[in-house]
């Protein structure tokens, strides 16, 4: 087992009905509860670690979690730095043995954009590991906002040519209606796919990203809210909406909300039933068990990525 790139992963996937799971990490038990999942689903696995993450667990635990899971698991695993802001941290993590990097410079004009995704792209392949960019800004659609408006933040399709072209990126994050965390529409959930199958097709060999695709599992938010929580209102992306996403030329599928609610409702539960106990492993390990669960309900139901390892 070993760090493998996302390349010919991507090249399988991107003609397919599924897409590859990647799922943010930030300590040993979702390491585990990941790790397990796709071992037991003989699935592809993408983790990847944000700069939060980085300095949360400290790079080093986080690189040596991930290596000592591949050991356990024999798994081969892509492991990608998410949300790369600048080219020094993408540096650092095609350092530190990152087989795959974005650099996300969606926030920047189109020029500037190309500029700094071109410099990540020229020092990641010359060390042989591969790059995701961004174009477009995540935002949800909303009911009273008109066509013009999206435009002007979704991805557009001529745009993500010339910029594939010009910078040599190896996968592109596009935005057609998703967004980061657990609000993600405000009325019913909508994406652009007519938006969707345009960049297909005009960039058919360029593997696309979904960033902000939690579908925000009902049955954790009910369980936040029932043991004390307050997320009333929260709402994902449909799991069927992934499913059509995978049809098109979506390689790779990014899930944090699920995970960071499936263990915050999990620990929830534990310390209202259980309110004398104070054993880190008594909620940690129920934790784990339920990220486990979820993910392997994900790749088999909604990734559609069971047995493509
Ligand atoms: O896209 C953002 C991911 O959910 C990572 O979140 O920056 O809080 O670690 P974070
Ligand atoms: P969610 O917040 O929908 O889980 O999205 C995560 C993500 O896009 C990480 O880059
Ligand atoms: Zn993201």
Known sequence: MALISSKEMFSKAIHSDYAVGAFN????????????????????????????ARKYAKPVYLVKLVEAAMEDT???????????????????CVDDGFTSVMIDGSKYPFEENIKITKKVVEYAHSKGVVVEAELGKLAGIEDDVNVKAQDATFTDPEQAAEFVQKT??????????????AYKFKGEPRLDFERLGKISQIIPDTPLVLHGASTVLPEFVEMCNKYGGEIPGAQGVPEAMLKEAAKYNICKINIDTDLRLAMTASIRKLFVENPSEFDPRKYLGPAREAIKKMVRHKIKNVLNASNQR
């Open 74 to 92: 024999n798994l081969d695993i892509v492991l990608h730095l998410d949300h790369g802001e600048d080219f020094e941290i993408c540096k650092k």
């Open 25 to 52: 990490v930030n300590n040993m038990e979702i390491i585990q509860g990941i790790t397990e999942a796709a071992k037991e689903e003989n699935a592809p696995l993408i983790l990847q670690v944000s700069a939060g």
């Open 168 to 181: 040599g990126v190896d996968s592109l994050a596009i935005a057609i209606g998703t967004s980061h965390g």
